[in-house]
């Protein structure tokens, strides 16, 4: 057997040294400018693709826990408003915060949900749990999103999830339907039509 020449193994060393110092140039440059966030977004909205993290409508049911609507709100434009507005209608409410990857990744096909529900009885609450009202404000002008989206001022006991996203599902009659912790697909006709049947129970 030959030995390697040890010139080619400093070579190799070096250009190695040089791969991790630009992947941690890289990492820093997202960290300092916060656009790690976004990235790390991107990556896991990949997954989101997948259609393998759906919501289990059924899985995720609550039982017996009523909505508290006594949940003060702040729309983009600055205007007080609360939960209790939309008393009486099917609310899609997702607690989101600019800070959290999951929710960025799945703001996406939580917009084509919204774009493909054209009925007045249901509503979309997408509730950012950011300290800084501006920082909400900011990202959704950034990326042309039309939904709904409100400052959370006082969040109620029952909605006190660990986990950033938290998406809730409350009927016209003021009942916790579902409560989905983590990111999901949303976007399917399974869940619309999941949505649509909790809305005609307005009627019922």
């Given at each position: 057997m030959t030995e390697k020449d040890p010139h080619s193994k400093k070579s190799a060393f070096k250009k190695e040294l040089i791969q991790w110092a630009v992947i941690i140039l890289i990492g820093a440059g997202l960290y300092?400018?916060?656009?790690?966030?976004?990235?790390?977004?991107?990556?896991?909205s990949v997954l989101l693709y997948t259609g393998i993290l759906?919501?289990?409508?059924e899985e995720s049911v609550v039982h017996g826990r009523s909505a508290d609507y006594n949940m003060p709100l702040l729309t983009?434009?600055?205007?007080?408003?609360?939960?209790?507005?939309?008393k009486g209608k099917t609310i899609f409410m997702n607690l989101w915060a600019t800070w959290c990857p999951p929710c960025i990744a799945e703001m996406p096909n939580i917009q084509r949900l919204y774009d493909n529900i054209e009925d007045e009885n249901i509503v979309f609450v997408m509730a950012s749990l950011d300290d800084d009202p501006q920082k909400a404000r900011d990202f959704i002008a950034r990326k042309g999103f039309t939904f709904p989206v409100y400052s959370v001022?006082?969040?109620?006991r029952i909605y006190d999830s660990s986990v950033v996203p938290t998406t809730y599902v409350i009927s016209p009659?003021?009942?916790?339907?579902?409560?989905?912790?983590?990111?999901?697909?949303?976007?399917?006709?399974?869940?619309?039509e999941f949505l649509i049947a909790v809305a005609k129970q307005k009627d019922s």
């Open positions: 300092v400018t916060g656009y790690h966030t976004e990235v790390i977004g991107k990556l896991q759906q919501p289990d409508t983009l434009d600055g205007e007080r408003t609360s939960l209790a507005e939309f001022l006082a969040k109620p009659q003021g009942n916790i339907l579902m409560e989905h912790r983590g990111m999901a697909k949303y976007d399917t006709n399974d869940f619309k």
